[in-house]
Each structure stands twice: as structure tokens, then as C-alpha cells.
């Protein structure tokens, strides 16, 4: 997501890609005998791919491991390394920069920790982050991710369908729309002083979309509980959409009848709308979403590559929309 600028023009700041990345990098393809990382590796099995991943990119060794089992819903792609996923990250919550989650999101505590989960449902109660943790059986699902500014990144998240959730609770007939609100606390978020948005953060999904196989509550990544500037210890994984709508840190699931309008919409309507699926014929209204920059691939030459309708889960979720305008519910 990105601030208004004065100059229209410029390029995203995604586009220039903090040095300490490509440092990181070389010293990861040092520490891989400089073959692994260099572009030209065969396909490999999500089981691969995450073992090689791990292996070279290594994680927090502090960090509590999760086990998961892999998914057949998981892309075949090489996923992007560790340092990248957890280096580069929107999170605004803690400043508006690439680099400010990793330097500030360590101030969130994690626990105590649960999710409220009400509105219109036969069975409205919280969800300690515990019980979360055991609710369903954890799997990895290694999905596409694409952010709205341009760039996308391959992830292995470990979580559970949302549709284990929302069947607990028995929405009621008027149950429509889902409202995910995260945590807001100005105690341990630096940059909840700056109103980029109203606080708190909230995003949502039709119920159809909410339930749909795809969409994840997510607890984890490449092996082990979620890391703060990632939205621990809970959020949403929604791959077809632009990365905004995955929102983290979640508090608070509200089932409701009307649409509801979304953090970005309210801060800018003619920018983002309700739906927000990745759709490579529908630009942004400052920049083509034709194509992307996939984060760790190669060099500063690479090419970008063409962005894929739904981001690439077009069998899966095209079904939802079938009959709609996605120029005008975009
Ligand atoms: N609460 C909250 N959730 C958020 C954001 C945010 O600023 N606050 N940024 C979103 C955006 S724009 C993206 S691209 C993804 C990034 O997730 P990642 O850092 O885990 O890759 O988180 C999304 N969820
Ligand atoms: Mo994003």
C-alpha cells in the first residue's frame, strides 16, 4: 500500500529495494555455495522447496516450531527466502517504511491473546490464541503473494481453512459480509501516530470468500509461530487478493448483513475497492497492475513478470464472481 504522493510520476517505493536486501542476499548466496540462489533451479515439490529454503535461509532459532502438513493447495514455486519475507514487510501499524516492522515490531506482545469473534452468528465467543493453535489441523500452504504496489513474494504459511472457524460460530442467515479488525494499541505501536488510515486497521471479505478453501488463518511461516513483523500471532492469508487485504494481528472476526466500507477504502475510494483481486487489466489509477517484480528472484535486471488474474488461483476462485463487473467491483 502507499501514501499519496505529490509527485504522481515517481515510482513506487517497492521499486527501490533497500541495499541491506541485496546485501543480505549476497551473503546468502555466499553461504549457498552461490549456485541455489542464482535463478536456474528446476521446479521443486513444496516439500523441497520449503526443506531447501530452510535450509539455506535458516530461521529464528528462538523461534517455537510448528508442524504442519504440506497442502496440495500449495504452488509448485520456489518460495522466497526467509530474510525476505521477514525483512520486507507493510505493516503500518509500526511505520510506513519497508524496514520499520523488523525494527520496531518486537514491541508487540503476543500473549495474552484472543480473538473476539461475534456479530451475526448463532454462537458468538473469543478464541484464546492457544486454543487457535489446536482449533484444526495445521497445514502449509505455500501461496503467491502479490501486493497491490508491484511486487510479490512467495510464502510458506502454516495455518488452517477460515472456514474451520466460521463454522464454530454458526453464522445466521443474515450473515453476509466479514469484518476483520486488528489490534490498534498505541503502547505498542509506533506508528498508530501517524493517521495513514483510521485505526484500527480492518479489512473484509464476502462470506462466500471467507469460507472459500483458500483462504487461511494463518499462524505461522516456514516452520515455526508467526514472527511479529508478520502480523503474529494471527492473520488472514487471502492469496487471489492484493497482499492489503491479508490483514494481521487480528482481534477481532465480525459477521455482519451490509458491506462494509474497509480501512482503504475509507482513506481513498477511487484507489481500492471492496474486492481488490489481483486483476493484471485493471490499473491502479497511478500505475499498471500488468505486471510484477517477484522479491529475491534475481538481479537488479530482472524482468518483471506478467501478474496473473486471480494471481494465479483462477480455477479455483473464479467461480465466486462469475456474472460481476470486476472493472467496477474492483
Ligand atoms: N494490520 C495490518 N495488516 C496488514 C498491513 C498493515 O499495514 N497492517 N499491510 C498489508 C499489506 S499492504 C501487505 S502487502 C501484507 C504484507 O504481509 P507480509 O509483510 O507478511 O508479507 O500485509 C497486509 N496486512
Ligand atoms: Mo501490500
Not at 541491506?20 to 541455489?36: P, T
Not at 510458506?156 to 477460515?162: D, N
Not at 466460521?166 to 469484518?179: L, W
Not at 494471527?234 to 472476526?253: D, E, H, M, Q, T
Request: glycine residues 6%; hydrophobic residues 40%; positive net charge.
Amino acid at each position: 500500500m502507499l501514501i499519496r504522493r505529490h509527485d504522481a510520476s515517481a515510482p513506487p517505493a517497492s521499486e527501490i529495494t533497500p541495499r541491506a536486501i541485496w546485501r543480505d542476499r549476497r551473503q546468502l548466496i555466499a553461504a549457498a555455495g552461490g549456485a541455489a540462489l542464482g535463478g536456474a533451479l528446476p521446479t521443486l515439490s513444496p516439500t523441497q522447496a520449503l526443506a531447501s529454503s530452510a535450509i539455506m535461509q535458516g530461521g529464528d532459532p528462538k523461534a517455537q516450531k510448528l508442524a504442519a502438513t504440506p497442502s496440495r493447495l500449495s504452488t509448485p514455486e520456489r518460495a522466497t527466502p526467509y530474510k525476505l519475507v521477514t525483512t520486507y514487510n507493510n505493516f503500518y501499524e509500526f511505520g510506513t517504511e519497508k524496514d520499520d516492522p523488523i525494527k520496531h515490531a518486537h514491541r508487540l506482545r503476543t500473549r495474552p491473546w484472543s480473538v473476539k469473534v461475534d456479530g451475526e452468528v448463532a454462537k458468538p465467543r473469543s478464541f484464546d490464541i492457544d486454543e487457535l493453535l489446536t482449533l484444526a489441523p495445521l497445514e502449509e500452504r505455500i501461496y503467491r503473494m502479490r501486493c497491490v504496489e508491484g511486487w510479490s513474494m512467495v510464502i510458506p504459511w502454516i495455518g488452517f481453512p477460515m472456514a474451520e472457524l466460521i463454522r464454530r460460530v454458526e453464522p445466521t442467515s443474515k450473515a453476509r459480509y466479514v469484518e476483520f479488525v486488528t489490534l490498534a494499541d498505541p503502547k505498542q505501536m509506533n506508528g498508530l501516530a501517524i493517521p495513514v488510515i483510521s485505526w484500527p486497521y480492518m479489512e473484509a471479505l464476502r462470506l462466500d470468500e471467507a469460507m472459500h478453501p483458500l483462504t487461511l488463518l494463518t499462524l505461522g511461516l516456514y516452520g515455526e509461530v508467526l514472527p511479529k513483523q508478520n502480523g503474529a500471532p494471527v492473520r488472514l492469508v487471502v492469496p487471489w487478493k492484493y497482499g492489503f487485504k491479508s490483514a494481521k494481528s487480528l482481534v477481532s472476526i465480525r459477521f455482519v448483513e451490509k458491506q462494509p466500507n474497509t480501512s482503504w477504502m475509507r482513506s481513498s475510494p477511487e484507489e481500492y475497492g471492496f474486492y481488490s483481486n489481483v486483476n493484471p487489466e485493471v490499473s491502479h489509477p497511478r500505475w499498471s497492475q500488468a505486471t510484477e517484480r517477484r522479491l529475491g528472484d534475481d538481479g537488479f535486471m530482472q524482468k518483471r513478470r506478467s501478474t496473473l488474474m486471480f494471481n494465479g488461483y483462477t480455477d479455483q476462485v473464479a467461480s465466486l464472481y462469475s456474472g460481476m463487473d470486476l472493472r467496477r467491483n474492483f
